[in-house]
């Protein structure tokens, strides 16, 4: 097997980081719309400010472009963290007043008379 030189090396990883941005600013607009809706699930609020996407989600703001920039993507990667977060503590609350309202339905009367309910 033949080894490569350092600048084949320096060329494959060039060519892979290229695509994997090309991949990142083709997805990126899809991604977005994605969790601006989300977020709109969520209560959040979107404004649009001089072509950007002001994005406001308890307290927590994201600026977002609509065209794909390394910045924006982090931004949008930290607004997908924030959003998981949240969904998976709406689950959860869910979760917990579906298992109060079985453990509620299955008292008597009598039972839910003594404890006031």
């Not at 959003?83 to 453990?103: G, I, N, S």
Request: hydrophobic share 45%; proline share 1%.
């Amino acid at each position: 097997m033949a080894r490569k030189t350092k600048a084949e090396q320096a060329a494959e990883l060039d060519a892979l980081r290229k695509a994997r941005i090309a991949e990142a600013r083709a997805g990126y607009p899809a991604r977005l719309m994605a969790a601006l809706e989300r977020l709109n699930k969520l209560g959040g609020d979107v404004f649009v400010r001089r072509g950007m996407f002001d994005a406001t989600l308890n307290d927590e703001g994201f600026i977002l472009a609509l065209e794909y920039d390394g910045v924006s993507d982090e931004v949008l990667y930290d607004l997908e963290f924030v959003l998981d977060r949240e969904e998976a503590q709406a689950a959860e609350a869910e979760r917990k007043a579906m298992l109060r309202r079985a453990a509620l339905n299955k008292l008597s009367e009598e039972e839910r008379e003594v404890l006031g309910i």
